[in-house]
């Protein structure tokens, strides 16, 4: 097994009376897509936040790179980047511009080249020159993919990036995200309600219940364990009965 470059602990969150993260264990391996699914309220976005040093754990360990994310935090997210349809760039920038904000706060190096290449990746360089609060919300989740490869991380999580996307941006992104991990050794945490593409782009799945890990595996295990004929019936199970 390679050395992980994400491995969790144990985490736990608790907000006040709510344990919404619980003894959570698991690690990310070098270019491999690790899916996290679950019911809404499941603990998935809280994980993700967890890994970002956005929220603090209420206990538990995560190592980056070999490294305690407490202590090297900010050494850890130069190399790791975030994208979620849900989180908006600033309204008053043009596409561009955004992704020039991001180049900079990231310390990369060849800007412009390496904007160029992302707006390229997304077909987005026909709006480069757009203002933010003027994009369709799928243009706005292309510009967060965009703004999510500019370091070139080792580790991106990528919070149901393509809820808004029509079919064939979401499919030529799932087509993207799979050659980038093959090609640069790239790790992906990846959430979606999408159960089908859940189970096409995931090389392992962890299923979140309750904040607790309550199966996980390769799609067509995790499929077989639980009797279901697809990953959408298990995923039913669960969120109805309680349990697979
Ligand atoms: N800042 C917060 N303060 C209080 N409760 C929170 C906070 N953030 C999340 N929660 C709660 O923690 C639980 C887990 O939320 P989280 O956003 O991680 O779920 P999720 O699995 O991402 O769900 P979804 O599929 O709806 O995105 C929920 O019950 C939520 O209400
Ligand atoms: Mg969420």
Redesign the pocket.
């Given at each position: 097994m390679p050395e992980a470059v994400v491995e969790i602990k144990g985490l736990t969150?608790d907000?006040?009376t709510?344990r919404?993260?619980d003894d959570v264990s698991f690690c990310i391996y070098p270019g491999e897509i690790l899916g996290l699914l679950?019911?809404?309220?499941?603990?998935?976005?809280?994980?993700i936040?967890m890994i970002l040093g956005l929220?603090t754990p209420t206990s538990g360990e995560i190592r980056m790179f070999g490294c305690d994310l407490k202590k090297t935090r900010q050494a850890c997210v130069q190399n790791a980047n975030f994208s979620s349809t849900y989180v908006s760039m600033p309204n008053s920038l043009t596409v561009k511009e955004c992704l020039k904000v991001f180049a900079r706060l990231y310390k990369v190096k060849n800007r412009n080249k390496r904007i160029t290449e992302v707006l390229n990746i997304f077909e987005i360089e026909d709006i480069q020159n757009h203002m933010v609060r003027t994009l369709s919300s799928g243009q706005q989740t292309r510009l967060n993919l965009a703004k999510s490869l500019i370091n070139s991380p080792k580790i991106l999580l990528l919070?149901?990036p393509t809820a808004s996307l029509d079919p064939d941006i979401a499919d030529k992104t799932r087509t993207m995200l799979r050659s980038i991990t093959r090609e640069r050794n790239i790790s992906i945490l990846y959430?979606s309600?999408n159960m089908k593409e859940m189970e096409e782009i995931s090389d392992r799945l962890i299923f979140?219940h309750h904040?607790k890990i309550i199966a996980q595996g390769k799609p067509k295990e995790v499929i077989k364990n639980y009797r279901g004929k697809n990953l959408e019936e298990v995923f039913l199970k669960v969120a109805r009965e309680g349990h697979p």
């Open positions: 969150k907000f006040k709510l919404a993260v679950g019911p809404n309220g499941a603990g998935k976005t809280t994980i936040h929220t919070d149901e959430t309600h979140l904040g």
